[in-house]
T-cell receptor, first 115, second 110 residues
Framework: GAGVSQSPSNKVTEKGKDVELRCDPISGHTALYWYRQRLGQGLEFLIYFQGNSAPDKSGLPSDRFSAERTGESVSTLTIQRTQQEDSAVYLC?????????????FGPGTRLTVT | EDQVTQSPEALRLQEGESSSLNCSYTVSGLRGLFWYRQDPGKGPEFLFTLYSAGEEKEKERLKATLTKKESFLHITAPKPEDSATYLCAVQAGNTDKLIFGTGTRLQVFP
């Protein structure tokens, strides 16, 4: 079946602009996660949605970052007033549920470059 | 603080030369340890989940094992197509997020 999809695959933006990144999870998956992968570093958790529960925003690095999810489908990660340190690959993952531990399936990522 | 450390950072093997990758972790209340493979320009691809010490899982040339402090990913007679970055991640406590190590970049030469 279809996997996790993300768009755009690449995004180049100027410092100070806002960007929106989109994630379409696997159909039927109630849990959705956003991670960030900076060059040469491990994946860093950003935010987690599980069904209708309040999202876990504990990984968002600043108030310039926000995310929304419509029901159990599409999610959008928004970065306002982008900075050069925001340059990274942003990865979305989904899983059947949040508990017990289920494997998370990742999309191909969006490579964000802030100039 | 929960932490995951992978070693070595990079590993070069001749085709057929078996070896092991290490993932050591310090977490409160391990719920699951995950191994992923990541090819350049792609998202991580799920390989294994291990839940408790003593557990082992195998898939083709890969075998993952788990103790109370670390996990090993054993690669038997690797082929060039096994070249990738291998990521280890843990899920712990009452959170569902994954905590990742920085990965081991494996290169297998013919």
């Amino acid at each position: 079946g279809a996997g996790v999809s993300q768009s755009p695959s690449n995004k180049v933006t100027e410092k100070g602009k806002d960007v929106e990144l989109r994630c379409d999870p696997i159909s039927g998956h109630t849990a959705l996660y956003w991670y960030r992968q900076r060059l040469g570093q491990g994946l860093e958790f950003l935010i987690y949605f599980q069904g209708n529960s309040a999202p876990d925003k504990s990984g968002l690095p600043s108030d310039r970052f926000s995310a929304e999810r419509t029901g159990e489908s599409v999610s959008t990660l928004t970065i306002q007033r982008t900075q050069q340190e925001d340059s990274a690959v942003y990865l979305c993952a989904s899983s059947v549920s949040g508990s017990p531990p289920y494997e998370q399936y990742f999309g191909p990522g969006t490579r964000l470059t802030v100039t | 603080e929960d932490q995951v450390t992978q070693s070595p950072e990079a590993l070069r093997l001749q085709e057929g030369e078996s070896s092991s990758l290490n993932c050591s972790y310090t977490v409160s209340g391990l719920r699951g340890l995950f191994w992923y493979r990541q090819d350049p320009g792609k998202g991580p691809e799920f390989l294994f989940t291990l839940y408790s010490a003593g557990e082992e899982k195998e898939k083709e040339r890969l075998k993952a094992t788990l103790t109370k402090k670390e996990s090993f990913l054993h690669i038997t007679a690797p082929k060039p197509e096994d070249s990738a970055t291998y990521l280890c991640a843990v899920q712990a406590g009452n959170t569902d997020k994954l905590i990742f190590g920085t990965g081991t970049r494996l290169q297998v030469f013919p």
